[in-house]
């Protein structure tokens, strides 16, 4: 189709463009290294003194951790600067993708991509290819495939999040300070396995913000972590699907209030 | 509106036949916008690249695409940046970049949103000769949003005035300047300081050492008739003719109503 | 009375009451504020009540003080997190190119940042943490010092802010001569967030890691008071405590001072 060429030759561009600063690439790998080091040398430490959190032991976050960095990678790279959009509709320059005959989301997503996500995938691969080792996972292509498809499931529930969070942007003008809270507290949900909080917490990140079905709910279901796994914890890939459509409806009705309020 | 980017909130617009907003897709095809403050290119890719995308965007076809970069690099003199990132480039150059990348698809309208601020005398000459190139050849109609006055002098042959969606004037610019900039000004410097003195048909407006400003009506006296007459009395050393600023003349189009 | 190089009381306060009246404009960014605070502290209580579940007595205290420490950590952040520091402001006149118009000011670059800092945290303080830390006592199991205690724990975070400033400041002096800083700022905040023991107590830390946590700076900014307030330093301990805080602002305050007249001298040459 006309629009993957097109954004294709978009991401071309892009990478061209980020080439250009070598440092600055080696440095993002670098801090990104070291973030998600500290993060897990901090859980490490709490499991060192404590041995389990729940019936999740020190290998078990470590799978959980580094699901979540898998999908986080993918959706970092090519979906990162979605925070981009509140500066492009308050300084205007979002009307040059409406003045092309273009599709205004693909080029906006095309516009830009991000070498933090590689950082981040590459600590999901070691930590799983580790943990996996540790728990001594032996998983049949059914599984192989399933946890494949959650992977990219996570990613496009966090790209369907930061999507309706930047499309807010075209009602308040101004979102990204919401959307860094939101962030900030997701952060702390992916990384602890989601049944340790209170039930309000559980609904809450389960129905509403469903951020445990990118990360907690696949791996309770690959890692057999609840005694009866429920159907609806397998539903990872319908949580993604629907937040996608809910996310471009958003998209197009703020698109379309950006055009008649005379900005 | 006419861009396809507002949305009009009563009675209708149309483009060449097109409804902007509607049809957005195919207004696009058939305009081509310079947003004069804020660049439409990709920073940190050399030119030339963002050239390629806008081929890819555009669906323009390889001739086509081919004649017309050969055309315009040249005409802009775009041939010593076309292989540099937009964020090394002067003002200047940028907004020639961005008239070039606006013309690739062979527009049949092109929007420039005030496209001269900024950019230095040498580099708004070039611009103003382009354009009027660019119209007379390929028949490319030029809107033009401006304060400044130069470039509607050099370009305009029609002329729109609009205050709060209200129609104020429109015809060529001869005629307005006729009619709503009558007052023109006279700067006398003479040889000497002198005194204070009566011309007929003008009136001294300000003093200062051996220099005066006189202003007089259009169709009452010519600026020689005035400096045969004052020159008689006193030598005079230099002159300067200023005509009415866009502002004053707006101003008065507004009190005329 | 008035120093040639601008720094006085009055000043300061003139700072202070500016920076006052520019933070309580931004009342969105402020409630959103408050939800995340709450959530936080809502959500670490639950963190370590499923860790001693299993383990009641590992941590070397008992739970109730443990959910204190969390939640206070959590409370400070308004005013000891390094995104409001001085450095944030340096860095957006770096990124604009008019950082010489602050440095070219009559006035002491450090104590300009100093007081424009202290009166944002003033105010952070009294509207985001002194709420944070009422609704923390009544809704997430703060638990109230002893007397000494929370004498010490004031003096502690005193100091705290300070220290925090001047790390804050060498790292806006050093935005002004590297390009990479948006990725040096990341790596610092999760070094502290490591060695600050703000999530994570360091007296809880492996050995080898706690002996690098003793000899940093970081511990000074969340760990020292708020160590104090839930009664692990009393005594003798808390004057020692207080002393290494202090003996860190000596040290950073003539590191910052010889910093920033080599950073000067480089900028003004350079352009920048």
């Known amino acids: 189709m ?209 951020v445990a079905f990118i990360n907690y709910y696949p791996s309770v279901v690959l890692l057999g972590k609840a005694a009866e796994v429920q159907l609806w914890q397998y539903g ?16 197009s009705k703020g698109v379309k209030r950006y055009a008649g309020t005379g900005n | 509106m006419l861009s396809g980017i507002l949305q009009p909130t009563s009675g209708s617009v149309t483009v060449n036949g097109i409804r902007p907003f509607d049809q957005r897709m195919e207004n696009a095809r058939q305009i081509g916008v310079v947003f004069g403050q804020k660049t439409q290119l ?61 013309l690739l698809h062979d527009p049949k309208i092109l929007f420039l949103d005030e496209p001269t601020i900024g950019v230095d005398v040498v580099s708004k000459k070039y611009l103003h000769d382009f354009i009027s190139e660019v119209n007379r050849e390929k028949g490319t109609t030029v809107l033009l949003t401006t304060h400044d006055m130069g470039d509607i002098e050099k370009l305009c042959s029609r002329v729109v005035v609009i205050d709060s969606g209200h129609l104020m004037y429109d015809g060529d610019l001869e005629s307005m300047v006729q009619k709503f900039g009558s007052v023109r000004s006279l700067m006398i410097e003479f040889e000497e300081p002198v005194g204070d003195f009566h011309v007929e048909n003008a009136q001294l407006t300000k003093s200062e050492g051996s220099r005066k400003w006189f202003s007089f009506q259009r169709d009452e006296a010519t600026p020689m008739e005035l400096l045969r007459s004052i020159g008689d009395k006193f030598p005079i050393k230099d002159i300067e003719i200023i005509e009415p600023d866009i502002e004053g003349i707006v101003r008065n189009l507004y009190e005329s109503k | 009375m008035r120093a040639s190089n601008g720094i006085s009381l009055r000043t300061g306060a003139a700072f202070l009451r500016n920076e006052f009246y520019n933070m309580s404009i931004y009342r969105v960014s402020f409630w959103l504020n408050f939800i995340y605070t709450f959530l936080m502290m809502y959500s670490v209580g639950y963190v370590w009540r499923a860790l001693y579940a299993a383990n009641p007595s590992v941590a070397g205290v008992p739970l109730p003080q443990m959910i204190s420490y969390a939640v206070l950590g959590v409370a400070l952040e308004a005013i000891l997190h390094p995104r409001n520091g001085p450095q944030r402001y340096i860095m957006e006149q770096v990124r604009k190119g008019t950082i ?24 952070r303080f009294l509207f985001l943490v002194l709420p944070s830390l009422i609704a923390a006592f009544f809704l997430f199991s703060l638990e109230l010092p002893s007397l000494p205690a929370f004498l010490g724990f004031l003096c502690s975070l005193v100091f705290s802010v300070i220290v925090s400033f001047f790390l804050n400041f060498i790292l806006g002096l050093l935005s002004m001569v590297t390009m990479n800083i948006r990725n040096i700022n990341w790596g610092y905040n999760a070094l502290l967030r490591f060695f600050s023991g703000q999530m994570v107590p360091l007296w809880i830390f492996p050995s080898a890691l706690g002996v690098i946590s003793d000899i940093l700076p970081f511990r000074c900014i969340y760990s020292i008071p708020m160590s104090i307030y839930i009664g692990n330093y009393a005594g003798l301990d808390m004057l020692g405590a207080l002393g290494i805080q202090f003996a860190w602002i000596l040290v950073l305050w003539l590191a910052s001072r010889l910093l920033m007249k080599r950073v000067f001298t480089r900028v003004m040459i350079q352009g920048g």
Not at chain 1, 71 to 81: C, E
Not at chain 2, 75 to 87: D, F, H, Q, S, Y
Not at chain 3, 114 to 122: E, F, Q
């Open chain 3, 100 to 123: 010489e118009m602050d440095i070219m000011k009559p006035i002491d670059f450090q104590f300009y940042m100093l007081a424009k800092n202290m009166g944002g945290i003033s105010v």
């Open chain 1, 236 to 251: 990872a890939p319908v949580v993604a699907f629907l937040l996608l459509a809910i996310a471009a409806f958003i998209w």
């Open chain 2, 42 to 102: 990709w920073w940190d890719v050399p030119l030339i690249e963002s050239y390629r995308l806008l081929k890819e965007i555009y669906r323009i076809d390889s001739d086509t695409y081919q004649k017309n970069l050969d055309r315009y690099v040249p005409m802009l003199g775009l041939e010593e940046v076309i292989n540099k990132p937009v964020r090394q480039m002067s003002l200047g150059q940028r907004v020639k970049s961005d008239i070039c990348a606006a």
């Open chain 1, 2 to 210: 006309r629009n993957i060429r097109l954004y294709g030759q978009f991401i071309r561009v892009a990478v061209l463009g980020k080439v250009q600063y070598k440092a600055d690439f080696l440095v993002g790998i670098v801090s990104v290294l070291i973030l998600n080091a500290v993060n897990l040398s901090l859980i490490g430490i709490l499991v060192y003194n404590f041995n389990t959190l729940g019936n999740w032991n020190i290998w078990d976050l470590l799978f959980l951790y580094s699901f979540w960095m898998l999908s986080r990678g993918i959706y970092g790279v090519f979906f990162w600067h979605l925070s981009d959009l509140e500066e492009m509709i308050v300084s205007g320059t979002f009307d040059a993708y409406l003045v092309r005959p273009a599709s205004p989301f693909l080029q906006f997503i095309g516009k830009d991509i991000s070498y933090t996500g590689v950082g981040d995938f590459l600590v999901g691969v070691l930590g799983f290819i580790l943990a996996a080792a540790q728990i001594g996972l032996h998983w049949h292509i059914g599984q192989w495939v399933y946890f494949a498809i959650c992977v990219l499931s996570g990613a496009l529930i966090q790209v369907a999040i930061n999507w309706i969070g930047a499309s807010l942007c075209f009602w308040t003008t101004r979102s990204n300070a919401a959307m860094y809270i939101t962030e900030r507290f997701t952060v702390l949900m992916q990384q602890y396995p989601v049944n340790i909080f209170g039930r309000y917490f559980q609904i809450f990140v389960t129905c509403f913000l469903p």
